[in-house]
């Protein structure tokens, strides 16, 4: 049973506008979540993050929302480039145990229309 | 910092055959993970190692599947006899050993088994 979702295997937006990719978990336990970016061929990068604590971390053009009471994220790309074209996982972890291991989901990928 | 070192990039063998994937981790980092990727399942962790001892190994999937951490700068994860079903991408990760501490990944191997 997938305990972290990302239900929309893809995604297309033009150049300059907003990419919006969402992420489901099931997991209560789940305190700290991540968004990757993965390139062909390259392996994936770690890109942003936020604990439980927050619903809103900003870096840049990324930012990531949590609403705890939805078990819901999204990863808000603002304005969204040709460069940003990629897969992006969504993954979560129990940080409550002090081991560090994450559940990916099963990505989505972004095309970034010129 | 060269960043994760996986060897082979590829890896094309038949099946029965004895398949070795080889990491280098980070410097420093002292968490090891190794990662397989498939359309099917997507990233799921087979294997996690923390000061080079084997943590958590519940995610391989067979007995056919072992890895080895026999220091902190190496690790082998050995298929044999494989099989057609163990194509996939295998990744490997590290990280500190330190809650919150983002995954930095290898490029992966890409196994094919004819």
């Known amino acids: 049973d997938q305990q972290v979702k990302q239900n929309s295997p893809s995604l297309s937006v033009q150049e300059g506008r907003i990419s919006i990719l969402n992420c489901d978990y099931t997991n209560s336990m789940f305190d700290y979540f991540l968004w990757y970016k993965k390139y062909p061929a390259e392996g994936p990068t770690f890109l942003i993050s936020?604990?439980?604590?927050?619903d809103k971390n900003e870096d840049g053009r990324f930012t990531v929302f949590l609403n705890k009471s939805a078990k819901h994220l999204s990863l808000h790309i603002v304005p969204s480039q040709p460069g940003d074209s990629a897969v992006y996982f969504c993954?979560?972890?129990?940080?409550?145990?002090?081991?560090?291991?994450?559940?990916f989901g099963k990505g989505t990928k972004l095309s970034v229309i010129p | 910092d060269a960043g994760v070192i996986q060897s082979p990039r590829h890896e094309v063998t038949e099946m029965g055959q004895e398949v070795t994937l080889r990491c280098k981790p980070i410097?420093?980092?002292?968490?090891l993970f190794w990662y397989r990727q498939t359309m099917m399942r997507g990233l799921e962790l087979l294997i996690y190692f923390n000061n080079n001892v084997p943590i958590d190994d519940s995610g391989m999937p067979e007995d056919r599947f072992s890895a080895k951490m026999p220091n902190a700068s190496f690790s082998t994860l050995k298929i044999q006899p494989s099989e057609p079903r163990d194509s996939a991408v295998y990744f490997c990760?590290?990280?500190?050993?330190?809650?919150?501490?983002?995954?930095?990944f290898g490029n992966g191997t890409r196994l094919t088994v004819t």
């Open positions: 993954a979560a972890s129990d940080s409550g145990a002090g081991s560090y291991q994450l559940t």
């Open positions: 990760a590290s990280s500190l050993d330190r809650v919150k501490s983002p995954l930095h």
């Open positions: 410097s420093g980092h002292n968490s």
């Open positions: 936020i604990s439980s604590i927050k």
